[in-house]
Nanobody, 122 residues
Framework: QVQLVESGGGLVQAGGSLRLSCAAS????????MGWFRQAPGKEREFVAA????????HYADSVKGRFTISRDNAKNTVYLQMNSLKPEDTAVYYC???????????????WGQGTQVTVSS
């Protein structure tokens, strides 16, 4: 089992920045690729970013490429999502998740956090 706890969400104006954190406990963190997903009201959950176990591979959704950066610190069992130039359409609940390999597919992620709300005002 891997337990994931997100933090760092909040309310920010358009153009602002936030950094989300996801702290992992349980099984060895560095065995897992990590991903961030988001779900806006009335919409399906969508992929945001993913990172391989050692940080050597990253993937981003086109909608966030160039604005968001995923990173991880295996010594701290934590994955981060730095979000810059935020837009109102980035408003959603953001979830981190763990998978056995780097993937955009939510179905491949075995463990999920409870989510953290990000609200971007115009």
């Amino acid at each position: 089992q891997v337990q994931l706890v997100e933090s760092g969400g909040g309310l920010v104006q358009a153009g602002g920045s936030l950094r989300l954190s996801c702290a992992a406990s349980g099984r060895t963190f560095q065995n897992y690729a990590m991903g961030w997903f988001r779900q806006a009201p009335g919409k399906e959950r969508e992929f945001v970013a993913a990172i391989s176990w050692n940080g050597g591979i990253t993937h981003y959704a086109d909608s966030v490429k160039g604005r968001f950066t995923i990173s991880r610190d295996n010594a701290k069992n934590t994955v981060y999502l730095q979000m810059n130039s935020l837009k109102p359409e980035d408003t959603a609940v953001y979830y981190c998740a763990a998978a056995p390999f780097t993937t955009r597919m939510s179905s491949e992620y075995h463990y999920w956090g409870q989510g953290t709300q990000v609200t971007v005002s115009s």
